[in-house]
């Protein structure tokens, strides 16, 4: 089933939802699951950002073909009982910056569209990100109930980062929590506990 499901085995302008936005979840239903919230800082310097995990994660990185270029990605994440915490990072080169919309697109679709929603339709609100110099930015957090049936009932809080630096290239962060259980009270509420919000707070990008 892991590599069957999971992102690396495919082209990222055919992945579903599994294989694209939810990369880890069959890597991480093979494994033990680690202790319960052990907080350490992950420092990623490769990647441009400093995280929150509340365990070590596992590191998986690769290049990827799309639109024929080369593109550079990573991926951290860690399974705490139902649910996995996990950063992916999308590098694009100085040359490749122009394809940043598009990809960015791209990724919200195949992930929206693969639980049962679209752009018109999901649960989002205003949040806001601080980058390493403290400078604080805003973004836009998406909360997911899953209703595509190919996919079993669970919920997702998930939010896109972009950094461009003309210099050096842009990234495109996806930051995540999959909680691998349907939500009964409010999805906004539930992401917002402390065990959650720790994770998107503390991620800080250059």
């Known amino acids: 089933m892991?590599?069957?499901?999971?992102?690396?085995?495919?082209?990222?302008?055919?992945?579903?939802?599994?294989?694209?936005?939810?990369?880890?979840?069959?890597?991480?239903?093979?494994?033990?699951?680690?202790?319960?919230?052990?907080?350490?800082?992950?420092?990623?310097?490769?990647?441009?950002?400093?995280?929150?995990?509340?365990g070590k994660p596992d590191r998986l990185e690769r290049h990827i073909q799309y639109q024929d270029q080369d593109v550079f990605q990573t991926l951290e994440a860690?399974?705490?009982?139902?649910?996995?915490?996990?950063?992916?990072?999308?590098?694009?080169?100085?040359?490749?910056?122009?394809?940043?919309?598009?990809?960015?697109?791209?990724?919200?679709?195949?992930?929206?569209?693969?639980?049962?929603?679209?752009?018109?339709?999901?649960?989002?609100?205003?949040?806001y990100f601080q980058t390493v110099d403290r400078q604080r930015l805003p973004v836009e957090d998406y909360f997911l109930d899953f209703k595509s049936k190919d996919v079993p009932p669970q919920a997702m809080r998930v939010r896109w980062v972009i950094r461009i630096n003309p210099s050096k290239g842009a990234w495109i962060y996806q930051v995540s929590v999959l909680h691998q259980e349907p939500v009964v009270t409010n999805i906004k509420e539930f992401f917002s506990q402390e065990s959650y919000a720790n994770f998107f707070e503390e991620f800080h990008p250059d």
């Open 2 to 54: 892991f590599i069957r499901n999971y992102l690396w085995n495919s082209q990222l302008s055919k992945v579903s939802v599994l294989k694209s936005c939810l990369v880890v979840a069959a890597l991480f239903l093979c494994v033990a699951c680690s202790p319960k919230l052990d907080w350490r800082t992950v420092q990623s310097p490769q990647e441009g950002y400093v995280a929150l995990f509340p």
């Open 78 to 127: 860690i399974k705490i009982d139902r649910d996995i915490y996990s950063i992916s990072a999308l590098h694009l080169n100085q040359d490749q910056i122009g394809l940043m919309p598009q990809l960015l697109n791209q990724l919200k679709d195949n992930l929206l569209k693969g639980v049962g929603t679209d752009d018109s339709s999901p649960m989002t609100t205003l949040s």
